[in-house]
């Protein structure tokens, strides 16, 4: 049973930077996605990591702001968040699976953690 504990979130000022912890446990899948939600709009696609390659892809609204990587020794996937907009503003998610086709689907992800809040001032 995969678990997912993510940590980090608070707030922030634009501009600033946070960095988002995913604490994975019974790790049995190899592709992982942080996802956000922002009030009154749906969970969208931010970043996505095949575990053992460290391939990446982002959403064209985070990409060359955000990066995600991973640490094997401590099980732990992260989201380096700079250059904060106040549109980044959402409760963010880490989730996993196990194949990489339509990774950016938010319905494909069988495992998510709890969500932490970032909240970016203006």
């Known amino acids: 049973q995969v678990q997912l504990v993510e940590s980090g979130g608070g707030l922030a000022q634009a501009g600033g930077s946070l960095r988002l912890s995913c604490v994975v446990s019974g790790r049995t899948f190899n592709n992982f996605a942080w996802f956000r939600q922002a009030p009154g709009k749906e969970r969208e696609f931010a970043a996505f990591?095949?575990?053992?390659?460290?391939?990446?892809d982002y959403a064209d609204s985070v990409k060359g702001r955000f990066t995600i990587s991973r640490d094997n020794a401590k099980n732990t996937m992260y989201l380096q968040m700079n250059s904060l907009k106040p549109e980044d503003t959402a409760v963010y998610y880490c989730?996993?699976?196990?194949?990489?086709?339509?990774?950016?689907?938010?319905?494909?992800?069988?495992?998510w953690g709890q969500g932490t809040q970032v909240t970016v001032s203006s």
């Open positions: 990591i095949t575990w053992s390659s460290g391939t990446t």
């Open positions: 989730a996993a699976r196990s194949s990489t086709s339509n990774y950016r689907a938010v319905h494909s992800y069988g495992y």
